[in-house]
């Protein structure tokens, strides 16, 4: 038996934005890889089983689900992904500060736990990524998170 939250309900128009402006979305999740998976797809992001990772694995380009990862895993994969790309991570709890603060851009919710809010560069005051105002930048076509 498995229990899930259900996703927000504007997650898949905020998912369908993030993809417009060309960001990529990488989910990092302690839980079983098969709900994460199932909910990644639920929010119609294309994932194929390949695409889901237990753990941490070196070459974080390929994978779009790494499930049932610890906190130090987490925070392996934000600085791999750091050597190629700017790197924004969401988090709420205490095992997510560590990736919190070594994100170019570490996002939170104001409810998270008080370490978190510490750790994060942008607290969201509405549980909802289309909170966050997003446009391309002018320059290498970075994302800019305003």
Not at 23 to 37: C, M, Q, R, S, Y
Not at 126 to 145: A, R, T
Request: contains cysteine; aromatic residues 4%.
């Amino acid at each position: 038996m498995t229990f899930t939250d259900p996703p927000k309900k504007d997650a898949k128009d905020a998912l369908k934005k993030f993809d417009r402006l060309g960001v990529e979305i990488k989910v990092l999740t302690g839980d079983d890889p098969f709900v994460a998976l199932k909910i990644c797809r639920e929010l119609g992001m294309e994932i194929k089983e390949e695409d889901v990772i237990l753990g941490f694995d070196e070459n974080v380009n390929r994978a779009k689900i790494f499930a049932r990862v610890t906190p130090e895993q987490k925070l392996e994969i934000v600085k791999a992904l750091k050597k190629e790309h700017v790197v924004g991570f969401l988090g709420d709890g205490i095992n997510d500060v560590p990736a919190l603060r070594i994100a170019d851009v570490g996002i939170t919710v104001d409810t998270a736990s008080d370490v978190a809010r510490d750790a994060s560069d942008i607290i969201l005051l509405k549980k909802s990524l289309n909170s966050l105002p997003m446009e391309l930048g002018k320059e290498d076509d970075l994302l800019v998170i305003l």
